[in-house]
């Protein structure tokens, strides 16, 4: 296991935005899909997690969102340890875009989606009504605002799923496949954006290309656990390692060989 990017970041500083320590998460079926998983993130990180499927990539950041909870281990966030009676409070901090935009897409405009978060906190229309053009037109879908969800383009429909947790002002971005079933136009746009926000940004994917362009660091997972944890591209040019592990080289070098 490679560990010297770790002892390297907890060098750093002591100040960790996420601090994940051994936790192990297991299915119903008995399949451990997340075995003592160590890992801490400084604010304004932005990190890839890779690996083949069933790597456990999703189950990851659905445990660091708190959809799921680790049977061993503890997760701490903001200096929040991850539990029943810290889930609100932490949920206010991360953003969480999921695999398949249209589960998070369910109201009847754009508009209504972006805002549904936001009147759910209370907050008053006027704020809501600041929030949601902001949002929108910081993620370059403000023209969509009044469409329904369901006619717009996968490209506009991952925009949109963007300004639904940039409108919540997180401090901390988790995204599970963000560039999955989008064309190469929309899928330039979100790089784009994902490399302009300033948050710290956790992004599972098997677009590697992405995690050259997007992401500092890399994690690898295979089996649950973590077998590299370091700077992208010193991995993502090891094609005996990404062999090894059901892995290929970025598009941008193997158009180079």
Known sequence: MYIGWIVHRLSVGDHMIINVSDICYIYPDGHEA???????VQPGECIGVIGANGAGKSTLLKLLVGLYMPQAGEIIINNMRLSKQTLRDIRRTIGFTFQQADDQLFMPTVYDDVAFALRNEGMDEEEVKQRVIHALTSVGAIHVKDRPPYRLSEGEKRLVT??????????ILLMDEPTAALDPKARRALIQLVRSLPHTKIVTTHDLDFVLECCERTIVLADGTIVYDGQTEAILTNEPFLHEYHLELPLMFQRKK
């Open 34 to 40: 997340i075995r003592n998983v160590s890992f801490s």
């Open 162 to 171: 963007f300004a639904t947790i940039l409108a919540m002002k997180p401090n």
